[in-house]
């Protein structure tokens, strides 16, 4: 059932940017005669902040994740614990990367909130803005490679050494030598999409910009096509083309392979196994299979379309924008379903309860005044 909530949420979600940015790429017209001039200016500013807002909530549920598994007790499965916590720790790394990104882009433009001299400066000299692009991307495919990760852990440790989930000596040495191969994939991979960036995307800019004013509120929200403008040049696009191109299905085919060897494996061993050892095998594949999918569905899908739009020479506006704000969204998005899947959160939250200790309260406060009521009513009898 929480499985299904958390599905549910994370569809709201989506639905709501959606039509956020469907509002703001239309006249608008329709909105202020449904909903008013004030809507449509919360849209707006909703739209302009959106990446400072959804990042600063993904540092509070990401630690809120963070801190749920640095409490467990030792003798939980460390190998899940690792998982999770390199999961969220990839999350808040690609929020931080995201506002700054979202920011230098603003400095650069001019339409950032007070250039002074000197930063503004700092911001537009090129190799700064090369260097903001790259920590960018290398968060961003750090944020990919941790899922698929995590899966491979549960299939060393399950299918190919079939050891015990509690043996902790051996699993730490397969961690410690699964993190040097990532590391190497992913240098390899970084060195690939960097040198095929340099080959020319065919396409042209399909936008057509009206005269810009930021003087005024009602015009903040074309920032976005400034954003666009800046995506159709520089060297982010390229590598974001190539990396979805070979990152999405090498990634997915990783996550679906372990996911039906390890599925066989514990329905092959289910009568060895403890009910906890069943109980934690459930909840983690849920949380394991939230974090995996939630940056392909969110940023992927769209990124992907766009860029193949893009290279038939349509307009790519609506989809790169969207694709934008999703990925602000997406570590937001799978830090909430995290916790909602974790067993310690509702604990938590569950054990909290207010009625109870105001029933308690009112008790003892009934018993106290009963206690002091009674001698005064045998005093009174005596002296009668």
Same mark, same amino acid.
């Given at each position: 059932?929480?499985?299904?909530?958390?599905?549910?949420?994370?569809?709201?979600?989506?639905?709501?940017? =959606?039509?956020?940015?469907?509002?703001?790429?239309?006249?608008?017209?329709?909105?202020?005669?449904?909903?008013?001039?004030?809507?449509?200016?919360?849209?707006? =500013?909703?739209?302009?902040?959106?990446?400072?807002?959804?990042?600063?909530?993904?540092?509070?549920?990401?630690?809120?994740?963070?801190?749920?598994?640095?409490?467990?007790?030792?003798?939980?499965?460390?190998?899940?614990?690792?998982?999770?916590?390199?999961?969220?720790?990839?999350?808040?790394?690609?929020?931080?990367?995201?506002?700054?990104?979202?920011?230098?882009? /603003?400095? &650069?433009?001019?339409?950032?909130?007070?250039?002074?001299?000197?930063?503004?400066?700092?911001?537009?000299? %090129?190799?700064?803005?090369?260097?903001?692009?790259?920590?960018?991307? =290398?968060?961003?495919?750090?944020?990919?490679?941790?899922? %698929?990760?995590?899966?491979?852990?549960?299939?060393?440790?399950?299918?190919?050494?079939?050891?015990?989930?509690?043996?902790?000596?051996?699993?730490?040495?397969?961690?410690?030598?699964?993190?040097? =191969? *990532?590391?190497?994939?992913?240098?390899?991979?970084?060195?690939?999409?960097?040198?095929?960036?340099?080959?020319?995307?065919?396409?042209?800019?399909?936008?057509?910009?009206?005269?810009?004013?930021?003087?005024?509120?009602?015009?903040?929200?074309?920032?976005?096509?400034?954003?666009?403008?800046?995506?159709?040049?520089?060297?982010?696009?390229?590598?974001?083309?190539?990396?979805?191109?070979? $990152? $999405?299905?090498?990634?997915?085919?990783?996550?679906?392979?372990?996911?039906?060897? &390890?599925?066989?494996?514990?329905?092959?061993?289910?009568?060895?196994?403890?009910?906890?050892?069943?109980?934690?095998?459930?909840?983690?594949?849920?949380?394991?299979? &939230?974090?995996?999918?939630?940056?392909?569905?969110?940023?992927?899908?769209?990124?992907?379309?766009?860029?193949?739009?893009?290279?038939?020479?349509?307009?790519?506006?609506?989809?790169? /924008?969207?694709?934008?704000?999703?990925?602000?969204?997406?570590?937001?998005?799978?830090?909430?379903?995290?916790?909602?899947? *974790?067993?310690?959160?509702?604990?938590?939250?569950?054990?909290?309860?207010?009625?109870?200790?105001?029933?308690?309260?009112?008790?003892?406060?009934?018993?106290?005044?009963?206690?002091?009521?009674?001698?005064?009513?045998?005093?009174?009898?005596?002296?009668?």
């Amino acid at each position: 059932m929480r499985y299904l909530i958390s599905l549910l949420i994370i569809g709201i979600f989506v639905l709501f940017l =959606i039509i956020l940015f469907t509002a703001t790429n239309l006249n608008l017209k329709s909105f202020k005669r449904m909903f008013g001039p004030e809507f449509v200016t919360l849209i707006r =500013i909703c739209h302009f902040y959106s990446d400072y807002v959804l990042g600063s909530f993904s540092y509070l549920v990401n630690g809120t994740v963070l801190y749920f598994m640095l409490k467990k007790s030792k003798k939980d499965v460390e190998v899940y614990k690792l998982s999770i916590i390199m999961g969220s720790l990839s999350n808040v790394i690609t929020s931080l990367a995201g506002q700054l990104f979202h920011l230098e882009l /603003e400095l &650069i433009n001019g339409s950032g909130f007070i250039i002074i001299n000197g930063i503004g400066y700092f911001f537009q000299n %090129p190799y700064v803005h090369d260097c903001l692009m790259l920590i960018w991307a =290398i968060t961003f495919y750090f944020n990919v490679f941790i899922s %698929p990760t995590a899966y491979i852990y549960r299939y060393l440790l399950l299918c190919r050494y079939a050891i015990s989930l509690y043996q902790s000596n051996t699993y730490l040495f397969l961690i410690s030598r699964n993190i040097r =191969i *990532s590391k190497f994939k992913l240098g390899l991979l970084m060195l690939s999409t960097y040198f095929f960036s340099f080959i020319p995307i065919k396409g042209k800019n399909a936008l057509n910009l009206p005269n810009l004013n930021y003087d005024s509120w009602s015009d903040i929200f074309i920032l976005s096509k400034i954003v666009l403008t800046c995506s159709t040049k520089d060297l982010w696009l390229k590598i974001c083309a190539v990396s979805m191109i070979t $990152i $999405i299905p090498l990634n997915n085919s990783i996550i679906i392979f372990c996911s039906i060897r &390890i599925y066989k494996k514990l329905k092959e061993d289910t009568e060895h196994m403890s009910n906890k050892t069943k109980q934690l095998q459930k909840q983690m594949t849920r949380i394991l299979f &939230i974090q995996a999918f939630s940056p392909f569905i969110l940023a992927g899908v769209p990124l992907t379309c766009s860029v193949i739009a893009f290279n038939l020479d349509l307009s790519i506006y609506g989809l790169a /924008e969207l694709s934008l704000a999703l990925m602000a969204a997406a570590p937001l998005l799978s830090g909430c379903s995290t916790l909602f899947l *974790s067993k310690d959160f509702w604990t938590r939250i569950k054990a909290v309860k207010v009625r109870s200790s105001i029933r308690a309260k009112n008790v003892t406060a009934n018993t106290s005044s009963s206690k002091t009521a009674q001698p005064s009513n045998f005093t009174f009898n005596i002296h009668m």
